[in-house]
């Protein structure tokens, strides 16, 4: 089992910025690929950015240039910088990873951006 544990986000102007943050723990040896998924209402769940263990990352086109994703290896945990933030930003965040071919999920958290 893992457990993935989601901190920051909030309520933030246009323009502004917010950073989020996934710690990793459970029974597991590596975690290879992290990720970001969000959440609009009314909308299905999409992919906001990867990064794999070496370091390799992959963005949404919509986040690409504003959101960096990092992760410390050694605390097995995520992070999300999110600079220039833009309306069509807000929604729930999500944690995500898989090990062992299981997927897991946090628990979200809310991201909005006010015009």
């Known amino acids: 089992q893992v457990q993935l544990v989601e901190s920051g986000g909030g309520l933030v102007q246009a323009g502004g910025s917010l950073s989020l943050s996934c710690a990793a723990s459970?029974?597991?040896?590596?975690?290879?690929?992290m990720g970001w998924y969000r959440q609009a209402p009314g909308k299905e769940r999409e992919l906001v950015a990867l990064?794999?263990?070496?370091?390799?990352?992959n963005y949404a086109d919509s986040v690409g240039g504003r959101f960096t994703i990092s992760r410390d290896n050694a605390k097995n945990t995520v992070y999300l910088q999110m600079n220039s933030l833009k309306p069509e930003d807000t929604g729930v965040y999500y944690c995500n990873t898989q090990v062992f071919s299981k997927t897991y999920w946090g628990q979200g958290t809310q991201v909005t951006v006010s015009s």
């Open positions: 459970g029974s597991f040896f590596v975690i290879n690929v």
């Open positions: 990064i794999t263990r070496g370091g390799s990352t």
